[in-house]
């Protein structure tokens, strides 16, 4: 089955400890997303990456960190300096390029850090 | 700045009607529009796609308007049913690649 996914389903951190969040997908999409979703709010870009190897912060990407070493993969860090890191996060790949191509998302993790 | 309303109270309706949501903008001039469902807890799911230069489009019982004058997009279920009930996001997109910027949603519920 193609698709995009995300794991853990639920993440429980302490305060102060860096978290990483997985995202693997297999639709062969070049762009990858990470946003971040609170209770009652709309999705947050956090990161995205068009390419292998290239990433652009989004609109909140401070306390958070990716890579792109791979075309499949864009792993997220929550790090100890992202103030309010209890989220619903969930990342999102699509085809690459000028056209608006739909948003493949995956189906989330639940982060609590305490 | 750049602003995206949805109505952010429920709009609660009885099977069989029809149910319009709203997307508003400001300070944006989107070239497309994008409509997405999302379930409690799950990911969201792309539904429809619409070009500043189109007025209207369709798929189902699904129907999305762009009105680029009002900068307002409406969302449209007919025949609702229960199986309809979720939470409705709508993402204007520019002409600068794939950068969606997401609403805050509107839960819709429709009874039986």
């Known amino acids: 089955d193609g698709g995009i996914t995300q794991s853990p389903k639920y993440l429980f951190r302490k305060e102060g400890q860096n978290v990483t969040l997985s995202c693997e997908q297999n639709?062969?999409?070049?762009?990858m997303y990470w946003y971040r979703q609170d209770p009652g709010q709309g999705l947050r870009l956090i990161y995205y990456?068009?390419?292998?190897?290239?990433?652009q912060k989004g609109d909140i990407a401070e306390g958070y960190s990716v890579s792109r070493e791979k075309k499949e993969s864009f792993p997220l860090t929550v790090t100890s300096a992202q103030k309010n890191p209890t989220a619903f996060y969930l990342c999102?790949?699509?085809?690459?390029?000028?056209?608006?191509?739909?948003?493949?998302f995956g189906p989330g993790t639940r982060l609590t850090v305490t | 700045s750049q602003k995206i309303e949805q109505n952010s109270e429920a709009l609660n309706i009885q099977e069989g009607k029809t149910a319009t949501l709203t997307c508003n903008y400001t300070?944006?001039?989107?070239?497309?529009l994008q409509w997405y469902r999302q379930d409690p807890g799950r990911g969201p799911v792309f539904l429809l796609l619409?070009?500043?230069?189109?007025k209207e489009k369709r798929k189902e019982r699904l129907k999305v308007t762009f009105d680029t004058t009002l900068k307002q997009s409406l969302f449209h279920i007919t025949a609702s049913q229960p199986a309809d009930s979720a939470t409705y996001l709508c993402?204007?997109?520019?002409?600068?690649?794939?950068?969606?910027?997401f609403g805050g949603g509107t839960r819709l519920m429709v009874k039986p």
């Open positions: 999102a790949s699509s085809r690459s390029g000028t056209d608006p191509y739909e948003q493949y």
């Open positions: 639709l062969n999409h070049d762009a």
């Open positions: 990456s068009q390419i292998v190897n290239d990433f």
């Open positions: 300070n944006y001039s989107p070239a497309y």
């Open positions: 619409i070009r500043e230069n189109e």
């Open positions: 993402a204007p997109l520019n002409n600068a690649g794939n950068m969606l910027t």
